[in-house]
């Protein structure tokens, strides 16, 4: 069983049904059914055009349904003649979901929660660490989501800014490496940048290529994390670099600037630095005050506090820090990094082995164990 081609296939499959007139949530279901079938048939009878298989057998799914309970779907006018086995357009409609999902009907937070979910393959756990909401908060409003949109004929795409905040959510979970969708979300954001002249696409664009210029870099040998400043440079993709801030030049130059030219503009910084002791903190800090202007995201802010340290000391980025709240994700680990900085290796140890008590994936919690273990060493040693 080829599971790789039923992934590749669903989000076409999905959107055929959706353009044929099928409310998303009942597409979204048949859709998943016909997958089952799949799994149960395909290897004792694979079929020679998989996706007219799956088509077919999705929309007899989707028509038995509606067929079931036409008085709450109210979907007569839509039921239409059965489909014939046979190919398929081969169109990829995955960055056409993401328009869609991004209903009018919703609002962004919910459009985006819905996409990710529906579209993206993430879990609702990952889509309320991304948020950072609790599980089941998102899990409600994941469910509201699909009730709002229950019903209602998907022919009104949504605003640009709310794919892009999807596709920028996918690339990050996919970067973390708990699911592998960087490279897709790069895929549709070049798609989508080919189609719309947009500054701000061509920044999340550009931020994604320079973030991903990064990523064999990342981890050791034995998987373990590799933190910015320790990374081999040399096995940046330098290709990758260029590509990224050339087409960051030219979203910039428009003067229109959004949020993610200026983190593109952070990791240029970043990448334009032959070492980690030649990196430009002070202009990256200069950076990140227009990302606070920006979105006065605490996220921001906590990453700016880090920036500050590197550029002012660390106990002027403790003093940033000091501002923020101390139940935000990764504040512990970075205040143990800016006590390691300021000398303090017993508050730095303890303050590590909390953040990795708290850290949310296992290559993090190893790597601030490891660091907790390394400076309470030294400090026997020492």
């Not at 101390?326 to 303050?351: F, I, K, M, N, S």
Request: charged residues 25%; negative net charge.
């Amino acid at each position: 069983m080829n599971e790789a081609l039923l992934r590749s296939l669903t989000p076409s499959v999905l959107g055929i049904l959706v353009r044929r007139g099928a409310d998303f949530g009942d597409a979204e279901d048949a859709v998943q059914e016909a997958l089952v079938e799949a799994v149960r048939v395909w290897p004792a009878d694979m079929p020679r055009e998989p996706k007219g298989w799956l088509i077919t057998v999705a929309w007899r799914r989707y028509l038995d349904a509606a067929r079931s309970d036409t008085a709450r779907r109210r979907r007569e006018d839509l039921v239409e003649e059965e489909p014939a086995p046979g190919p398929a357009p081969g169109v990829d409609d995955t960055l056409q979901l993401y328009f869609l999902c991004a209903h009018p009907a919703l609002t962004p937070s919910s459009a985006v929660a819905l996409t990710l979910r529906a579209v993206g393959g993430l879990t609702t756990r990952q889509i309320a660490q991304a948020y950072l909401v609790p599980e089941a908060t998102m899990a409600q409003r994941i469910s509201r989501a699909k009730r709002t949109v229950s019903g209602v004929r998907f022919d009104q795409p949504g605003d640009v800014a709310t794919v892009l905040r999807v596709l920028y959510l996918v690339f990050n979970e996919g970067y973390s490496g708990d699911v592998d969708l960087a490279a897709e979300a790069i895929r549709l954001t070049r798609q989508l940048a080919a189609s719309i002249d947009h500054p701000e696409v061509a920044g999340l664009l550009a931020l994604m290529l320079l973030h991903h210029a990064r990523r064999s870099a990342r981890t050791g040998p034995d998987g373990s994390l590799v933190p910015l400043a320790e990374q081999d440079r040399g096995r940046w993709d330098t290709v990758m670099i260029a590509e990224g801030v050339a087409i960051l030049q030219a979203a910039l130059a428009r003067d229109r600037l959004g949020e993610f030219q200026a983190q593109a503009a952070i990791a240029a910084l970043h990448a334009d630095a032959p070492t980690a002791g030649e990196t430009d903190w002070v202009q990256i800090v200069e950076w990140y005050d227009e990302l606070v202007r920006l979105t006065d995201s605490p996220v921001v802010r906590l990453n700016r506090a880090v920036a500050v340290g590197e550029a002012d000391g660390p106990r002027a980025g403790l003093a940033a820090l000091a501002a923020l709240d101390d139940a935000l994700p990764r504040h512990t680990a970075v205040a143990a990094y800016l006590h390691e900085r300021d000398g303090d290796l017993e508050t730095a140890a303890r303050l590590y082995a909390e953040a990795a008590r708290k850290a949310s994936n296992l290559a993090e919690r190893d790597h601030l164990t490891r660091r907790a273990a390394r400076l309470t060493q030294l400090r026997r040693t020492g």
